[in-house]
C-alpha cells in the first residue's frame, strides 16, 4: 500500500511562508495526481491545491496567488510552497495521491486514496 509522508509544517507569523513536502513510498503511476488538503479544527476537509503528472494545477480560490504547489515526478514528491500566510491557514495539512484520477481538479476527498498522517501549520497574528 503506497504511503505518504508530509513533512515542513509549524508555527509562524502571519505574513509568513512554509514550504510543505510530502513523499510517497512507491511508485504510483504514470498519470497519478497529487493533492494538499487542510483541516482545521470545526471545520471542513477542503481541498487546497492539485497537481497531475503533466503538471496541470487546480488551487483553492482563497489561497490562490499565495501558495504554489509542485512536483518532481522522478522522486514522486510534491511541495506546497505557503507565503504571505494568514491566521485562516491554520490546519492540518494533508498530502493526498492516486493512480485513479478523473475529476482530480474538483479537489474532493473521494477521489485521493492515498493519505498522509498531516501536518500542523499554525498561524499566528
Known amino acids: 500500500q503506497v504511503q505518504m509522508m508530509e513533512s515542513g509544517g509549524g508555527s509562524v507569523q502571519s505574513g509568513g511562508s512554509l514550504r510543505l513536502s510530502c513523499a510517497a513510498s512507491?511508485?504510483?503511476?504514470?498519470?497519478?495526481?497529487m493533492a494538499w488538503f487542510r483541516q482545521a479544527p470545526g471545520k471542513e476537509r477542503e481541498g487546497v491545491a492539485g497537481?497531475?503528472?503533466?503538471?496541470?494545477?487546480n488551487y483553492l480560490n482563497s489561497v490562490q496567488g499565495r501558495f504554489t504547489i509542485s512536483q518532481d515526478n522522478a522522486k514522486m514528491t510534491m511541495y506546497l510552497q505557503m507565503n504571505s500566510l494568514k491566521v485562516e491557514d491554520t490546519a492540518i495539512y494533508y498530502c493526498?495521491?492516486?493512480?485513479?484520477?478523473?475529476?482530480?481538479?474538483?479537489?474532493?476527498?473521494?477521489?485521493?486514496?492515498?493519505w498522509g498522517q498531516g501536518t500542523q501549520v499554525t498561524v499566528s497574528s
Open positions: 493526498a495521491a492516486d493512480s485513479r484520477c478523473n475529476g482530480w481538479w474538483l479537489l474532493r476527498t473521494e477521489s485521493f486514496g492515498y
Open positions: 497537481i497531475d503528472s503533466d503538471g496541470t494545477t
Open positions: 512507491e511508485y504510483i503511476g504514470s498519470s497519478y495526481c
